[in-house]
């Protein structure tokens, strides 16, 4: 087993402040969750990009405001399981 695989998590488990590395897109087999795998990846949600958890909201846990590069996005919680990361030690 990848020692790594077995650290990765999905984003929307990386706590507030938290940084990790995107290791993959989850791809389901719904079409329309599909369409948001690709349109991640197309945001730049690909392996090997740094990503920041920058605030979670409360209480409710969403939005989620996610840094990528020099943008910071608001990723429903839903969307953020679909990517990926190992959590930076």
Known sequence: MDPQ????IS???LP????????GVAVPADPAARTLALRLL????VPG???HMV???RPS????AVRL?????ALRRSEAELIQVIPAA
Do not use: I, K
Not at 61 to 64: K, M, N
């Open 5 to 8: 695989a077995a650290n990765t």
């Open 11 to 13: 984003l929307d488990q």
């Open 16 to 23: 507030e402040a938290g940084w990790a590395t995107v290791s």
């Open 42 to 45: 197309e945001l730049g949600f």
């Open 49 to 51: 990009e740094l990503v």
């Open 55 to 57: 605030r979670v909201v």
């Open 61 to 64: 846990g969403e939005p989620l």
């Open 69 to 73: 590069g020099h943008t910071t996005f």
